[in-house]
């Protein structure tokens, strides 16, 4: 099936650890998003990847880093620097042609133990 | 940047009823977008609209780009207990990138 996959579902992360958050898709996408979700908010732009080895800082980047080394993968990192990081944390990817959409993973909420 | 003012913030509704929520900007848009969001899942596309003044509808739901490029309506008609969910607009001035709104909360009681 063609799509967009997030993993894991759930993180959990320790103070002062860094954790990484996976997004895969085989849809072929040149474009690749990374949002954060908190409840009752809008989707805030944390990265952002239109082509491959490139990658652009969104609205709230500060703790956050990304790669994008392969068109298929764009893993977002949760430094020790990101103080509040327990939150909904979405990808997406569009074709980055004309008439553009995104599509998005299901999620991986990430907790603060 | 730009921000999207999306209303009601949340909607508590009859099962049968139809429901109306907008979105306004203060800067324009080429694209807008409304998806919907199910607990714990990532935003699924409903309709996409790509010119001022297009109207269109995807079964119960309707949207509309509004002629100022700066609104967008969904309406959606005879609510069923599965349109519970948060619905977003998003508008796009450029390929790709988009501005969310903060997502209206519907619930429909039985």
């Known amino acids: ?91 997406a990817s569009h074709p980055g042609k004309s008439k553009n959409i995104q599509y998005f993973g299901a999620g991986t909420r990430l907790s603060v133990l | 940047g730009q921000q999207l003012n999306q209303s009601p913030q949340s909607m508590f509704i009859q099962e049968g009823e139809d429901v109306s929520m907008n979105c306004t900007s203060s800067s324009i848009f080429n694209t807008w977008l409304w998806y919907k969001q199910d607990p714990g899942e990532g935003p699924v596309l409903l309709i996409a609209l790509y010119k001022a003044g297009e109207l269109t509808s995807n079964g119960r739901l309707t949207a509309q780009f509004g002629i100022t490029r700066k609104d967008s309506f969904l309406n959606i008609s005879a609510s069923i207990p599965s349109d519970v969910g948060i619905y977003f607009c998003a508008g796009q001035l450029n390929a790709g990138k988009s501005t969310f709104g903060d997502g209206t909360t519907l619930t429909v009681k039985p």
């Not at chain 1, 954790?19 to 009752?40: F, I, K």
């Not at chain 1, 652009?56 to 764009?74: H, N, T």
């Open chain 1, 1 to 91: 099936d063609g799509g967009i996959t997030q993993s894991p579902k759930y993180l959990f992360r320790k103070e002062g650890q860094n954790v990484t958050l996976s997004c895969e898709q085989n849809l072929n996408h040149d474009a690749m998003y990374w949002y954060r979700q908190d409840p009752g908010q809008g989707l805030r732009l944390i990265y952002y990847s239109q082509i491959v080895n490139d990658f652009q800082k969104g609205d709230i980047a500060e703790g956050y880093s990304v790669s994008r080394e392969k068109k298929e993968s764009f893993p977002l990192t949760v430094t020790s620097a990101q103080k509040n990081p327990t939150a909904f944390y979405l990808c």
